[in-house]
C-alpha cells in the first residue's frame, strides 16, 4: 500500500562529488560509553521556525542543532540517558533517529542502476546503535496499540494497484490538523510488500513489522518516491527478515531525499506531537507546534496580558497557557460553536491535568465578541497574537478588506502604546500589508516569518505597537465581569 502527497518539488542541486556519509553530528552513531549511545536526532518542524526549534534545543537540552538545507528541518546529537528530553520539545513535528546521512549522495544517472545501489546500500548502514534507541524509546511512552499510518497524509484510498502490491493516493484538502507534516517539498511513498510470513518466527519469537516511508523532493531524479520505497524496502526485509505491514507497523524507516541530500532514519513518533492539545478541531485549527513559534516570537514575560481575538479553537492561547504560564489568556472569537470549542478543549487540558494529580487551574479566560468591538479597556493589552482569516476555509478575500483594517485598528486601541506587540498569521499578505498602511503609524513591521500552513505560503508578522495614540474610541463595554476591570 502506498501513501502520497504532492507539493511543488524545488530543484535538484548540482554538484560531482562522490557519494561520501556526511561529516555532520550523524557521525558519531556508533560511538559508545558503557550502557550510553551518542545518536543523532532529526526533528520535523513547522517551516520558517527552524531556529526557534534551534533556539529551543539549545536552551532545554544544551546542544547546538543543525538546520537542514531542506526547509523545516533540525538535527542534533543527544546521549540515550537523556532520550526523553526531545519528547518534551514543544517546538517539533516529528522526531526520528538518524541511522546514516549524506550531504551529497551522487544518484546513477540511469533508473536501474540508482534503485540497485539503494537496495545494495540498506545491507551496509549502520543500523544497531539506531535500532536499540528505537528500543529505549518505546520504554519512555505508554503503548498505545498499532500505529495508525505513521507519519503521512492521512488519504482516501484509490482502488488501483500498481505492481500488484502497490496502491497510490492523492492528497485531498484536509483541515490543517489532518495535512501531511510540514517541511516536505516532494512526495512521500510508503512501501508495503506482499508476504505470505507468520507473526511467529521458527523460534517463537515475535516477528517485527516494518514499512518504508520515502520523502523525496528534487526534480533531478529518475526514479519516483514510490520506486525508491519499494526497493529500498524489499532490501531491508531482505536484510533483517521482517515483515511488511502498512499499518500495523513496530517500526518506520525513513528514506529522506532532498535534492542529492539523503538521510536514512527510524521514526521515535507515532503521531505528530502538534496534536498535543486539541481534542475539539475547527476547520483550521493550527498545529500547537507553529503556535509554539507564535509565542517564542513575541516573548511573553510574567504577569503580561495576552490576546486573541479570533481563537477559533483556542490553539494559539491554551499553548501559551501551558508553556508561558506565568502570562494570562484571553480567547474570543465572534463563531459561538469556536467559543464552544474552545471551552471543551480547555476543559479536556483540565481533566488530563486532574487525571495526573494536578489540581492547578490555567491561566485562560474565554469570551465570546464582536471582534471589530472588543468590551475590553483602552491600553489594557500587552501582547496580542491571533490566526486572521485567510479568506479560504474561512471568510473571503472581499471580506478580508473590510475586516482587517476594522480589527488592527481596534487591536491598536486595546494594545499599550508604546510596549505593545502583536503576532499575526495571515496568508492574504496583500490585504494585510495594505491594511497596516492605512494605520497611520499605529503599528510598525519588526520581523516576518514565512512558514508553510496546510500547503499555503503564509507570514507570521511580528508588529510593536506605536506610542500614536490616535486611537482612542471608549471601551465597548462596561460590563463588570468582564475580568479586565479586576486588574
Not at 484510498?157 to 501531511?180: D, H, I, K, R, W
Request: hydrophobic share 35%.
Amino acid at each position: 500500500v502506498t501513501n502520497m502527497s504532492s507539493q511543488e518539488d524545488e530543484s535538484a542541486g548540482g554538484g560531482s562529488e562522490p557519494a561520501e556519509p556526511s561529516s555532520s553530528p550523524s557521525t558519531e552513531i556508533g560511538t559508545t560509553s558503557g550502557d550510553i549511545i551518542t545518536v543523532t536526532i532529526g526533528a520535523t518542524v513547522p517551516t520558517g521556525f527552524e531556529h526557534t526549534a534551534a533556539e529551543e534545543i539549545k536552551e532545554k537540552i544544551g546542544v547546538d542543532a543543525r538546520i537542514s538545507k531542506d526547509r523545516g528541518r533540525v538535527f542534533f546529537p543527544i546521549t540515550t540517558d537523556k532520550l526523553f528530553q526531545v519528547h518534551l520539545l514543544r517546538s517539533v513535528d516529528n522526531l526520528f533517529v538518524v541511522v546514516e546521512e549524506y550531504h551529497h549522495y551522487q544518484f546513477k544517472e540511469s533508473k536501474e542502476e540508482t534503485l540497485m545501489e539503494l537496495q545494495q546500500l540498506a545491507s551496509t548502514l549502520p543500523w544497531t546503535n539506531a535500532l536499540e534507541v528505537w528500543k529505549q524509546n518505546g520504554t519512555l511512552k505508554k503503548k498505545k496499540g498499532h500505529r495508525r499510518g505513521g507519519n503521512t497524509a492521512k488519504s482516501k484510498p484509490n482502488c488501483e494497484g500498481v505492481g500488484g502490491s502497490m496502491a497510490s493516493t492523492e492528497q485531498q484538502e484536509l483541515p490543517q490538523e489532518n495535512s501531511a507534516p510540514e517541511g516536505w517539498a516532494g512526495d512521500t511513498q510508503a512501501m508495503e510488500t506482499s508476504t505470505q510470513d507468520s507473526d511467529e518466527t521458527g523460534h517463537g519469537s515475535k516477528l517485527i513489522k516494518f514499512r518504508v516511508t520515502c520523502n523525496r523532493a528534487g526534480d533531478k531524479h529518475s526514479f519516483s518516491s514510490n520506486e525508491a520505497a519499494r526497493d529500498f524496502g524489499g532490501a531491508v526485509q531482505e536484510f533483517f527478515q521482517w515483515k511488511a505491514d502498512m499499518t500495523k507497523f513496530d517500526i518506520e524507516v525513513l528514506l529522506n531525499i532532498h535534492n542529492e541530500e539523503v538521510v536514512i532514519g527510524i521514526a521515535l513518533t507515532e503521531e505528530s506531537l502538534h496534536r498535543r492539545n486539541i481534542s475539539h478541531f475547527g476547520p483550521t485549527t493550527l498545529r500547537s507546534t507553529l503556535c509554539y513559534g507564535m509565542l517564542r516570537l513575541c516573548k511573553p514575560q510574567a504577569s503580561d496580558i495576552i490576546l486573541d481575538p479570533m481563537c477559533g479553537t483556542g490553539a494559539i492561547p491554551l499553548e501559551g497557557a501551558i508553556e508561558f504560564n506565568h502570562s494570562f489568556y484571553v480567547a474570543g472569537d465572534n463563531n459561538d460553536m469556536a467559543v464552544n470549542r474552545t471551552v471543551n478543549n480547555i476543559c479536556h487540558i483540565q481533566k488530563r491535568r486532574a487525571d495526573k494529580g494536578s489540581m492547578s487551574g490555567l491561566p485562560i479566560d474565554t469570551v465570546q465578541w464582536d471582534l471589530c468591538s472588543l468590551p475590553i479597556r483602552t491600553s489594557s493589552v500587552d501582547i496580542i497574537i491571533t490566526d486572521m482569516p485567510f479568506g479560504k476555509r474561512m471568510g473571503s478575500r472581499k471580506k478580508n478588506w473590510d475586516l482587517y483594517p476594522s480589527c488592527l485598528r481596534e487591536m491598536a486601541r486595546v494594545c499599550r502604546p508604546g510596549s505593545g506587540k502583536a503576532v499575526l498569521l495571515t496568508q492574504d499578505k496583500k490585504c494585510f500589508s495594505k491594511a497596516i498602511s492605512r494605520m497611520g503609524g499605529l503599528w510598525r513591521k519588526q520581523h516576518t516569518v514565512w512558514v508553510n500552513v496546510g500547503g499555503l505560503h503564509a507570514g507570521v508578522y511580528l508588529l510593536k505597537r506605536t506610542g500614536s495614540r490616535s486611537c482612542t474610541q471608549p471601551c465597548h463595554a462596561a460590563n463588570p465581569s468582564v475580568f479586565f476591570g479586576l486588574m
